[in-house]
């Protein structure tokens, strides 16, 4: 038989765990099991090192050249260098290795001083000083020498070294409280709980004692998750087995807080602790100006090649004729004559490419490089994206795509917590039919306050009495809430009315919202202490109930569940969670009369909650806690096996109620959405909330209008029809009207369009993406897409967390691969964050691990507007000149060089001098298009906001589409013909100088670079709209720079030259009045064809942003875009712009026109003011109480 099978059978069957290779064993305090007890197999584990660092003193300057020379430009410099190293070139190694050597150079330092940053901290962490017990006593020792097994004691504010079991405290209760803000940026206190076995271990010498083993998972990234468990052995009895979950795991970098001191075993150290597993970097993301840079790149090399190619083959047919070929003052050695033809072509085929090299712009990526950096810091400076309720301000995450944030077509959004304020208020709960309003409606009681309010029936019966208040015991109990510590407060803590306030802690809102919700409806929860919850009721007793199991809540089930038990002996289950999955698995209850309560509160926009319970027989608990118990000592498949246990346990209960909370709108969200939506770009939410709820909230943040008519494509519409004719009739629906979709240019919607938003929920975009043996389901996917594409807006509700990142993906490779951004708050949007091209999360109260994966971090939804439609604006403006020009200015450089091989008998003769050449994108050019790329405004930043529809302008990549980049490529190419000609015909067979020289080739080609230098920095200086000192001191002291430069270069003998041809050649030209008016004629002649076009396009062909630049001059605010810089703006910047406010109000007026010619279908009411107030705005309705949702 074979062996493999004999040892997988005894794995299964006698160890009771497949794959048992996937754990790992600790022997507690490095002490053997007992005899007999286990097989005593000490294992190798790594040290409690941490290393950030990329680099080693030793490795750093192989590994760096390596990495840099893995970038394709940089890679082709190399070979360029090499080859002028090897064969005999027309120019000196110097001219490409000098810029390669800075290139490489600049980047090197950069990423040697970040690596020693990263060194420092390292050495810092695993130096601090760590607590361990051994043989009973306390030791102290650096952090690094700690191991798997050792026993770490942790006080009070200090951070946890690695990973532990937590064993013990100084809390009666076995609990500790800690803060995970490094982890995950969560400030709220989180409980956690000793193993049971040993939180009574106070001392070191009891826990220097224990004897004990733990089995667990290998190392994995997930900070919430971990399945192991402990075997504790006595000197007589079998070992006692406990589950471990991550209620016991703490975690390195979390502070231990309002707890004396903990003990904890190490099982995670290092590299393989869950901080240092998260240390990982995100996949790269790459933005579209990067790959329309590399496009652009491949298109020079070929211009090269093209060059090189065209110059070698009219050589040899220049050198055909044999007087060409071997003049009388050159002729050829022997071994010259008998070379290989091919080989000699070839040479000078390399030569050539060596000679028009520096068409391909190798600093080009370092400056772009700088430029992304340094702009990046615009957005963390700016005060208007900054949150003084919270003190927290924007956070780049990358730099690599910022100029994207200025191309989003599609914006996927989370509802709660993005557009809400995930800041939750108690508005009602209803008991078998009854209402109860905190304050207003209370006992059945009606007060004066609650005139208005709905009520269904305000006498409950004595049966209903008991219900009722066994439903605020229910939400009293079933909650993981913990009551913050108050040490001033003896005995059981008072209910407000009393005069003490109890603080509850949750990372839940919606939790802490019920508890202060029913305690104003007179039952106070208190606290947990020693496995008992407190209640206090309204007759002022407190209620005691012993807490044996918690069935925790998760987003698949949607729902958590208590056991505890009464005083009286009676063992109840409290259940809780959304109606979807708590009407299914309920048998008895006024179902009816309560789903409508909820289905009415989902309408206003109020999240919902249902509750319900079933009370246990001793036999039943019992049998619970065996299958609970199995299912948590699980070391494989443990979520699996505990979510079929709960699924057993959770049926057959008795409906309660429901409660409504009220989850406000936050500020200037629904403006926001208007913004975006006027700038063309496409709002989707992606929610997991309830329809009807979700609705609510899109009618009340705009992005669903009075003239939307809604399209739904959910289960319940599926079960009536199937998903193919659904999907045809929605199609048929919105194509009919396809052929007069026209778009305003300022309203964003014309006034005789119809406007459609369609809602899908989960199971449904379940069905479509579910791939199908006859293959149908992508005929099904292009369907659905069709139909979103028709639509201004799209909810999906009852969404997964994978289901998102599925909607994202799915727009972001269609067949238009339009660019996605993807904005959430919690650790649930984390999918769809990475799946985007832009990931923004929002710095909210569930956590910071959307801001964590995200590229930027907003502390609020509304400063989306700013940082797209001005910073993304902004961004890709100057990226796309910064990369136009690059490629232009190389054109102007090189181009002459390639006219200049016709005269001079194709003999590789270079034009400029070796320094010229080195220094042309180096030190010439290179810092007035740093400066443009990160100063300029071609539109003030009020107007950007004012009128969103200018970002329409720049999407879709128009700035450097192939027209845009020809015609730059073009103008480089008129512009090189106007300086090589006019220089050449200008002096052709004319004396220049008072003694009557004429120039020589050196002139000529100084000539030539000078006029260039001059355009291309001038013409820079035309595109500048924004205007500061730096960028006058930058622009004329780098043409500056040139002169006294080339003045110094040629008027001083240098002795480390070996010769000086350029000595004394450009004071020369100077001196000739000719070459002064070639300069001044030249260049104006270079410059006057794209002067010309753009006045010409501006009168006739306008575009938005022409038409506002028309309008009103450039206005210079005194709230810069940088605040660092404004102080570098002169008060004589400031102006005003009355057109510009002319044209905000004449987009007012289009927007009210295309309204008032729409018959409306009412909407409900919004979320952000009182539900029977009717807001003064002519562009708001009066909110009703019903809103038509079918199509």
């Known amino acids: 038989?074979?062996?493999?099978?004999?040892?997988?059978?005894?794995?299964?069957?006698?160890?009771?765990?497949?794959?048992?290779?996937?754990?790992?064993?600790?022997?507690?305090?490095?002490?053997?099991?007992?005899?007999?007890?286990?097989?005593?197999?000490?294992?190798?584990?790594?040290?409690?090192?941490?290393?950030?660092?990329?680099?080693?003193?030793?490795n750093f300057i192989p590994k760096n050249l390596f990495e840099q020379f893995r970038r394709v430009a940089n890679f082709y410099f190399l070979i360029i260098f090499l080859v002028q190293l090897i064969i005999d070139t027309p120019t000196s190694p110097v001219t490409s290795g000098l810029p390669l050597f800075f290139v490489i150079t600049v980047t090197a330092i950069k990423q040697g001083y970040e690596d020693w940053l990263r060194h420092k901290a390292d050495n810092a962490m695993n130096q601090c000083p760590v607590h361990f017990i051994q043989h009973g006593k306390l030791v102290r020792k650096q952090s690094r020498k700690l191991r798997v097994g050792d026993i770490v004691m942790v006080k009070e504010d200090e951070t946890f070294p690695c990973d532990l079991i937590f064993l013990s405290s100084n809390r009666g209760d076995g609990t500790c409280h800690v803060t995970t803000a490094s982890l995950d940026g969560e400030s709220s206190h989180k409980t956690h709980y000793a193993v049971q076995d040993t939180k009574g271990f106070h001392t070191e010498e009891d826990i220097g004692g224990l004897h004990a083993t733990i089995e667990c998972e290998q190392p994995q990234?997930?900070?919430?998750?971990f399945v192991g468990r402990i075997n504790v052995y006595s000197d007589l009895n079998d070992p006692v087995v406990r589950p471990l979950g991550s209620e016991n795991l703490l975690l390195r970098g979390a502070t231990l807080k309002n707890t004396e001191k903990i003990f904890g075993v190490a099982i995670y150290t290092g590299m393989e602790t869950k901080m240092a597993l998260n240390y990982q970097s995100k996949s790269q993301k790459r933005s579209a100006v990067e790959k329309s840079m590399n496009a652009f790149l491949i298109v020079y090399l070929c211009i090269l090649i093209s060059k090189a190619l065209i110059n070698t083959v009219l050589k040899y047919v220049w050198q055909s004729e044999p007087f060409r070929d071997e003049p009388w003052y050159n002729q050829k050695t022997e071994s010259e004559r008998q070379r290989n033809l091919f080989l000699r072509a070839f040479t000078d085929f390399l030569a050539?490419?060596?000679?028009?090299?520096?068409?391909?712009?190798?600093?080009?990526?370092?400056?772009?490089?700088?430029?992304?950096?340094?702009?990046?810091?615009?957005?963390?400076?700016?005060?208007?994206?900054?949150?003084?309720?919270?003190?927290?301000?924007?956070?780049?995450?990358?730099?690599?795509?910022?100029?994207?944030?200025?191309?989003?077509?599609?914006?996927?959004?989370?509802?709660?917590?993005?557009?809400?304020?995930?800041?939750?208020?108690?508005?009602?709960?209803c008991i078998e039919g009854h209402v109860y309003v905190p304050h207003v409606i209370c006992n059945g009681q009606v007060l004066p306050e609650s005139s208005g309010i709905d009520m269904i029936d305000s006498s409950p019966s004595v049966n209903g009495r008991e219900r009722e208040e066994l439903f605020f015991r229910a939400l009293c109990l079933c909650h993981t809430v913990q009551v913050k510590d108050d040490d001033s407060v003896d005995g059981p803590r008072k209910s407000p009315d009393g005069g003490k306030s109890c603080v509850y802690i949750s990372s839940s809102p919606d939790e802490v919202a019920l508890v202060e919700g029913v305690q104003r409806l007179g039952f106070t929860y208190l606290r947990l202490k020693d496995n008992y919850m407190e209640v206090l009721n309204r007759e002022n007793h407190v209620e005691r109930f012993e807490l044996l199991e918690i069935l925790s809540f998760d987003s698949v089930r949607r729902r958590m569940s208590v056991i505890v038990k009464s005083a009286t002996g009676e063992i109840?289950?409290?259940?809780?969670?959304?109606?979807?999955?708590?009407?299914?698995?309920?048998?008895?209850?006024?179902?009816?009369?309560?789903?409508?309560?909820?289905?009415?509160?989902?309408?206003?926009?109020?999240?919902?909650?249902?509750?319900?319970?079933?009370?246990?027989?001793?036999?039943?608990?019992?049998?619970?806690?065996?299958?609970?118990?199995?299912?948590?000592?699980?070391?494989?498949?443990?979520?699996?096996?505990?979510?079929?246990?709960?699924?057993?346990i959770e049926k057959d209960l008795i409906l309660l109620g429901a409660t409504a909370v009220e989850d406000r709108l936050q500020e200037k969200a629904a403006d926001t959405i208007e913004a975006l939506q006027k700038a063309g770009i496409k709002v989707w939410v992606l929610t997991g909330d309830k329809m009807e709820t979700a609705a609510a909230t899109c009618y009340a943040c705009k992005l669903f209008r009075r003239n939307t008519q809604l399209l739904e494509l959910t289960t319940k519409r599926i079960e009536e029809q199937s998903l193919?004719?659904?999907?045809?009739?929605?199609?048929?629906?919105?194509?009919?009207?396809?052929?007069?979709?026209?778009?305003?240019?300022?309203?964003?919607?014309?006034?005789?369009?119809?406007?459609?938003?369609?809602?899908?929920?989960?199971?449904?975009?379940?069905?479509?993406?579910?791939?199908r043996e006859d293959r149908s389901s992508s005929n099904y996917r292009e369907l659905f897409l069709e139909i979103c594409r028709s639509c201004s807006a799209v909810l999906c509700c009852r969404m997964a967390p994978l289901q998102k990142a599925q909607i994202v993906k799915l727009i972001k490779f269609s067949k238009e691969h339009p660019i996605t951004l993807a904005v959430g708050d919690g650790a649930n949007d984390v999918s769809m964050i990475l799946e985007a091209h832009v990931g923004i999360g929002v710095i909210g109260k569930e956590g910071r691990q959307a801001a964590r994966n995200s590229?930027?971090?907003?502390?609020?939804?509304?400063?989306?507007?700013?940082?797209?439609?001005?910073?993304?604006?902004?961004?890709?403006?100057?990226?796309?000149?910064?990369?136009?020009?690059?490629?232009?200015?190389?054109?102007?450089?090189?181009?002459?060089?390639?006219?200049?091989?016709?005269?001079?008998?194709?003999?590789q003769q270079t034009l400029y001098?070796?320094?010229?050449?080195?220094?042309?994108?180096?030190?010439?050019?290179?810092?007035?298009i740093l400066l443009y790329s990160l100063m300029e405004q071609h539109i003030g930043i009020d107007v950007l906001k004012r009128d969103p529809t200018l970002y329409r302008d720049v999407a879709k990549n128009a700035l450097l589409r192939w027209r845009v980049f020809i015609y730059w490529t073009l103008l480089g190419l008129f512009d090189a013909l106007v300086f090589f000609f006019g220089a050449y015909f200008m002096f052709e067979n004319t004396t220049v100088t008072s003694n009557g020289q004429i120039f020589g080739n050196w002139t000529f080609g100084t000539l030539v670079f000078t006029v260039m230098v001059f355009t291309?920095?001038?013409?820079?200086?035309?595109?500048?709209?924004?205007?500061?000192?730096?960028?006058?001191?930058?622009?004329?002291?780098?043409?500056?720079?040139?002169?006294?430069?080339?003045?110094?270069?040629?008027?001083?003998?240098?002795?480390?030259?070996?010769?000086?041809?350029?000595?004394?050649?450009?004071?020369?030209?100077?001196?000739?009045?000719?070459?002064?008016?070639?300069?001044?004629?030249?260049?104006?002649?270079?410059?006057?064809?794209?002067?010309?076009?753009?006045?010409?396009?501006?009168?006739?062909?306008?575009?938005?942003?022409?038409?506002?630049?028309?309008?009103?001059?450039?206005?210079?605010?005194?709230?810069?875009?940088?605040?660092?810089?404004?102080?570098?703006?002169?008060?004589?910047?400031?102006?005003?712009?009355?057109?510009?406010?002319?044209?905000?109000?004449?987009?007012?007026?289009?927007?009210?026109?295309?309204?008032?010619?729409?018959?409306?279908?009412?909407?409900?009411?919004?979320?952000?003011?009182?539900?029977?107030?009717?807001?003064?705005?002519?562009?708001?309705?009066?909110?009703?109480?019903?809103?038509?949702?079918?199509?």
């Open 913 to 928: 001098d070796t320094a010229y050449l080195t220094l042309y994108n180096i030190s010439f050019t290179s810092l007035p």
């Open 855 to 907: 590229d930027y971090a907003i502390p609020k939804f509304k400063h989306l507007k700013k940082m797209l439609l001005v910073h993304g604006h902004f961004y890709y403006i100057r990226i796309s000149e910064l990369v136009q020009y690059f490629f232009y200015k190389n054109v102007c450089f090189i181009f002459p060089q390639f006219l200049y091989q016709f005269f001079c008998g194709f003999s």
């Open 572 to 648: 109840y289950l409290f259940c809780k969670g959304a109606d979807s999955s708590i009407f299914p698995r309920v048998i008895e209850g006024k179902v009816d009369q309560i789903r409508a309560r909820v289905e009415r509160n989902a309408v206003e926009g109020l999240r919902t909650l249902c509750v319900a319970y079933k009370r246990l027989i001793q036999e039943e608990y019992e049998g619970i806690c065996k299958l609970l118990q199995a299912a948590k000592v699980a070391l494989q498949d443990r979520e699996k096996k505990l979510a079929e246990a709960y699924e057993q």
């Open 1016 to 1191: 291309v920095t001038l013409k820079l200086a035309l595109d500048t709209h924004y205007w500061t000192w730096i960028n006058h001191f930058v622009i004329w002291g780098s043409l500056l720079f040139y002169v006294v430069f080339s003045l110094l270069w040629g008027g001083v003998i240098w002795p480390f030259l070996n010769y000086q041809r350029m000595y004394y050649v450009f004071i020369q030209m100077l001196s000739s009045g000719p070459a002064w008016l070639a300069i001044v004629l030249l260049v104006t002649i270079s410059l006057l064809p794209d002067v010309l076009k753009k006045v010409l396009c501006r009168q006739l062909w306008p575009t938005a942003t022409e038409r506002v630049q028309n309008g009103c001059a450039q206005p210079r605010d005194r709230d810069s875009e940088f605040t660092p810089l404004a102080s570098l703006q002169s008060p004589g910047y400031q102006s005003t712009c009355p057109s510009a406010a002319w044209y905000s109000s004449c987009s007012q007026q289009v927007t009210l026109a295309a309204w008032k010619g729409k018959v409306s279908v009412e909407p409900p009411p919004t979320l952000s003011g009182s539900r029977h107030h009717c807001s003064s705005s002519p562009s708001l309705s009066c909110p009703g109480t019903r809103v038509q949702m079918l199509v």
């Open 221 to 225: 990234p997930d900070l919430y998750k």
């Open 724 to 771: 193919h004719d659904v999907l045809f009739e929605l199609s048929k629906t919105v194509l009919r009207h396809s052929g007069s979709l026209t778009r305003d240019n300022l309203s964003g919607l014309s006034a005789d369009m119809q406007d459609y938003g369609l809602i899908i929920d989960g199971a449904a975009l379940s069905l479509i993406m579910k791939p």
């Open 1 to 58: 038989m074979d062996c493999s099978l004999v040892r997988t059978l005894v794995h299964r069957y006698c160890a009771g765990e497949e794959n048992w290779v996937d754990s790992r064993t600790i022997y507690v305090g490095h002490r053997e099991p007992p005899p007999g007890a286990e097989a005593y197999i000490p294992q190798r584990y790594p040290d409690n090192r941490i290393v950030s660092s990329k680099y080693t003193f030793w």
């Open 352 to 429: 050539f490419m060596v000679l028009f090299n520096y068409i391909i712009p190798v600093s080009m990526y370092v400056t772009v490089e700088m430029q992304k950096f340094l702009g990046s810091y615009f957005i963390t400076w700016d005060e208007d994206m900054f949150d003084e309720e919270t003190g927290e301000g924007p956070l780049v995450n990358t730099s690599d795509l910022n100029e994207e944030l200025g191309q989003v077509e599609y914006i996927f959004t989370d509802k709660t917590g993005t557009l809400t304020e995930n800041n939750m208020e108690f508005k009602e709960c």
